[in-house]
């Protein structure tokens, strides 16, 4: 299990498009991936469980992962939130 702190940098935050943008990449791992704010962890494979979080621009999450390609997919999704989320 890995675990990374990040400060989410795009511009709305983690809500309905950032959010479901952040969920696909998730999915593609086969890791289970965590996101935890202020002593609160949801399954971050799950729409409503990020979308609780009322994640916003400048909050500092924890990204955890737990499985077979841990590191990648830590990587990958601390990347993602850490660089305001870019889609190309």
């Given at each position: 299990m890995l675990s990374k702190e990040v400060v989410v940098q795009n511009q709305v935050g983690l809500h309905a498009r950032p959010a479901t943008f952040f969920i696909q990449k998730c999915n593609e791992f086969k890791s289970s991936v965590w996101v935890e704010k202020n002593d609160r962890r949801v399954n971050a494979k799950s729409l409503l469980g990020v979308l609780s979080l009322g994640i916003s621009k400048g909050s500092k999450i924890t990204v955890i992962t737990d499985g077979v390609d841990e590191e990648e997919?830590?990587?990958?999704?601390?990347?993602?939130?850490?660089?305001?989320?870019?889609?190309e």
């Open positions: 997919a830590l990587e990958a999704l601390a990347g993602l939130i850490g660089t305001g989320m870019e889609e």
